[in-house]
Nanobody, 121 residues
Framework: QVQLVESGGGLVQPGGSLKLSCAASGSIFSIYSMRWYRQPPGKQRELAAGITSGGSGNYADSVKGRFTISRDNAKNTVYLEMNSLKPEDTAVYYC???????????????WGQGTQVTVSS
């Protein structure tokens, strides 16, 4: 099985920065796209940023220019660097990845448990 474990959340003041990490472990042949979703209080989960296996990133309009997604394929880890944080960035942030590993013949989608990010003064 595959596990995704996020870390790096916390409380930060408006204008501050945080860097989230998500490490994949278990029986892994290959990891394809990796993504960060977020779920603000009382709202639906939304895609914040994604990155392909080749390193091409894409972003929601609400975070473009402030967030940067990156990955370290050797460590099976994806990062989300968040700058100029706003109160509306407050959410539980979830890591999602398309992973190919035994016993499956195709990639499956896995989720982390989520990490809380709170932006408040």
């Amino acid at each position: 099985q595959v596990q995704l474990v996020e870390s790096g959340g916390g409380l930060v003041q408006p204008g501050g920065s945080l860097k989230l990490s998500c490490a994949a472990s278990g029986s892994i042949f290959s990891i394809y796209s990796m993504r960060w979703y977020r779920q603000p209080p009382g709202k639906q989960r939304e895609l914040a940023a994604g990155i392909t296996s080749g390193g091409s990133g894409n972003y929601a309009d609400s975070v473009k220019g402030r967030f940067t997604i990156s990955r370290d394929n050797a460590k099976n880890t994806v990062y989300l660097e968040m700058n100029s944080l706003k109160p509306e960035d407050t959410a539980v942030y979830y890591c999602n990845a398309d992973v190919w590993g035994p016993p499956y013949s195709t990639a499956k989608s896995y989720w982390g448990q989520g990490t809380q990010v709170t932006v408040s003064s």
